[in-house]
């Protein structure tokens, strides 16, 4: 628990943590990158992505909905609903978004 509340306000150590573990050839992580355009990660893997993050700065997150900013990946057979998806409109998730909630404690945004 301790853990959780010294990473807390750090910006400078959860941008180097997602750099080390996350970044495309380590490149250094900055607050205004998008998760779409730059963690070019299937939906699982971003899930785990975000869950980790989630929980290693204490971020209690039940209202945060993926589907807010991401397609979900859906078979071949339902096509009906990939047509649906792909006209919704998503909103862009960033880190520094993760950084305000991390100091919130919880998820702030959708």
């Known amino acids: 628990m301790g853990l959780f509340l010294m990473l807390l306000p750090d910006e400078k150590e959860f941008l180097e943590y997602v750099t080390e573990k996350y970044s495309e050839r380590k490149r250094p992580a900055k607050k205004e990158w998008s998760f779409q355009e ?11 992505m975000l869950i980790d993050l989630f929980t290693r700065y204490g971020i209690e997150h039940s209202n945060f909905n993926l589907d807010n ?27 520094e978004m993760i950084i305000e909630s991390a100091k919130a404690g919880h998820w702030l945004y959708d």
């Open 38 to 48: 730059y963690f070019n990660f299937v939906p699982e893997d971003l899930e785990d």
């Open 69 to 95: 900013y991401f397609m979900p990946e859906l078979y071949w057979w339902q096509f009906r609903l990939k047509k649906q998806w792909a006209r919704r409109q998503f909103k862009t998730l960033t880190l």
